[in-house]
């Protein structure tokens, strides 16, 4: 399984755009790029996910590089909802994989 | 809506007794799996599944039972022989070639 690195927490104002960076120095060629979010008490939510370039949704942006061993989230004009951890992960999509979540990134937007 | 529950939301128990955690789907996921979160924490695996009658032990299995005899249920059973189980427990399912994981709401495990 590949290993993620990830920053323990980082904090943001209200309004400015984050960008959430993870480290998959060993990522494999049929590896994909995954990020949930999750507050807490509750089970992670589903946000992007991409294998190469940039993927956009309605909640964010993912930018990898062509060497895929780092990936970023991007999200726009964060809010006080947006305070949450952000986990990266990476595998196959083959449902049959047991992907790896690390200890996440603590993201705390500041009013 | 489709989606996974979890139940209880809460539940205590006392030392030395054996605790059955409910997880159901209706997502039509062939994998599920179960995960622990301490405070602070990630989340670990203790036990997944990939079809019916079939499952396999995670990181840390030891202390938990799992079974999996329908598509739509994966109950675990953390039993006395679990030193720590005091936790929050996360239950998810996954469709192969899709989303990523769907989670459940979770439970949280008291022991007291």
């Known amino acids: 399984l590949a290993k993620t690195t990830q920053p323990i927490s980082m904090d943001s104002y209200e309004g400015q755009e984050v960008n959430i960076t993870c480290s998959h120095n060993n990522i494999a060629t049929n590896d994909y790029i995954t990020w949930y979010q999750q507050f807490p008490s509750q089970g992670p939510r589903f946000i992007i996910q991409?294998?190469?370039t940039k993927v956009t949704n309605e909640v964010a942006s993912l930018f990898i590089p062509a060497d895929r061993k780092s990936s970023t989230l991007s999200l726009p004009r964060v809010s006080l909802s947006d305070t949450a951890v952000y986990y990266c992960l990476v595998g196959e999509l083959d449902g049959n994989n047991r992907l790896a979540f690390g200890k996440g990134n603590q993201v705390v937007v500041i009013p | 809506d489709g989606g996974i529950t979890q139940s209880p939301k809460y539940l205590f128990r006392k030392e030395g007794q054996n605790v059955t955690l409910s997880c159901e789907q209706n997502l039509n996921h062939d994998a599920m799996y179960w995960y622990r979160q301490d405070p602070g924490q990630g989340l670990r695996l203790i036990y997944y599944?990939?079809?019916?009658?079939?499952?396999q032990k995670g990181d840390i299995a030891e202390g938990y039972s799992v079974s999996r005899e329908k598509k739509e249920s994966f109950p675990l059973t953390v039993t006395s022989a679990q030193k720590n189980p005091t936790a929050f427990y996360l239950c998810?399912?996954?469709?192969?070639?899709?989303?990523?994981?769907?989670f459940g709401s979770g439970t949280r495990l008291t022991v007291v």
């Open positions: 991409g294998y190469k």
């Open positions: 998810a399912s996954r469709d192969p070639g899709g989303d990523g994981y769907t």
């Open positions: 599944s990939q079809i019916v009658n079939d499952f």
